[in-house]
Nanobody, 124 residues
């Protein structure tokens, strides 16, 4: 089993920045691609960003491209999501996810493990 714990969420004004972290623990954490998803009230969970195990491939939703950056530190078993130029529509619970394979993916069903989520609220 893999446990994922997100942190770094909070309340920020529009135009501000936040950095989310996701720490993984449990079984040997090797060759896991990671992703970030979010779910706003009344909406379905949606893809935000993903990174391959090696870090050489990243994917972003069009809505966050150019504003968000995903990165990882395999030595620390941690993945980050740097969020800049935040907008009110970025308000959501953000979830970290891990999949048992090195290649990044953007579909929810392709991920095996999920964190509990961290709330991000952007005030306008």
């Amino acid at each position: 089993q893999v446990q994922l714990v997100e942190s770094g969420g909070g309340l920020v004004q529009a135009g501000g920045s936040l950095r989310l972290s996701c720490a993984a623990s449990g079984r040997t954490f090797n060759n896991y691609a990671m992703g970030w998803f979010r779910q706003a009230p009344g909406k379905e969970r949606e893809f935000v960003a993903a990174i391959s195990w090696s870090g050489d491939s990243t994917y972003y939703a069009d809505s966050v491209k150019g504003r968000f950056t995903i990165s990882g530190d395999n030595a620390k078993n941690t993945v980050y999501l740097q969020m800049n130029s935040l907008k009110s529509e970025d308000t959501a619970v953000y979830y970290c996810a891990a999949r048992g394979g090195p290649r990044a993916r953007i579909k929810i069903h392709e991920y095996d493990y999920w964190g509990q989520g961290t709330q991000v609220t952007v005030s306008s």
